[in-house]
């Protein structure tokens, strides 16, 4: 009723990455989403725009709540709350969300690092992601390696 995104372009979308092996789920509205505790289930969740996700997310972390951007060169994340001017100097603030805002920049931080080194001389793949048939059944599609192509 209201529009045709999740039709058109979401849903598409979705099909398009779960087609490529990447775990993808959705569309699901907001309020039942977050209302019935369903992106306990997840790592990670794709809001539409700002509201959609990061009110709920408020709402739901607290004081322990981070703001993190992902794909950057650089490790950006702050506190949920925002800067707190209205509360700034006041001796009110909370200091969990800063601090949990600086161990997930150092986990993150730590976790590209290791990543970067597992990833720095890895072994040719032989095999592509396992991917399921159309009689429900898992397949392994198997690539040469390139020394043994003619």
Do not use: W
């Amino acid at each position: 009723m209201l529009g045709t995104e999740e039709q058109d372009v979401i849903t598409p979308a979705i099909k398009q990455l779960v087609e490529e092996g990447i775990q993808c789920f959705g569309p699901y509205s907001a309020d039942g989403f977050f209302g019935t505790g369903q992106y306990s289930r997840f790592d990670g969740v794709l809001a539409m725009y700002h509201d959609q996700g990061l009110a709920p997310f408020k709402a739901l972390a607290g004081d322990e709540g981070v703001n993190f951007t992902a794909g950057l060169p650089v490790v950006r994340t702050s506190p949920d709350h925002g800067t707190a001017y209205d509360i700034a100097g006041k001796g009110i603030a909370s200091p969990t969300s800063f601090r949990e805002a600086v161990y997930a920049a150092i986990d993150i931080f730590r976790n590209r690092q290791r990543f970067d080194e597992a990833n720095a001389n890895p072994l040719p793949k032989l095999y592509h992601d396992r991917r399921e048939d159309e009689r429900g059944g898992h397949v392994r599609t198997f690539t040469p390696r390139e020394e043994n192509v003619e």
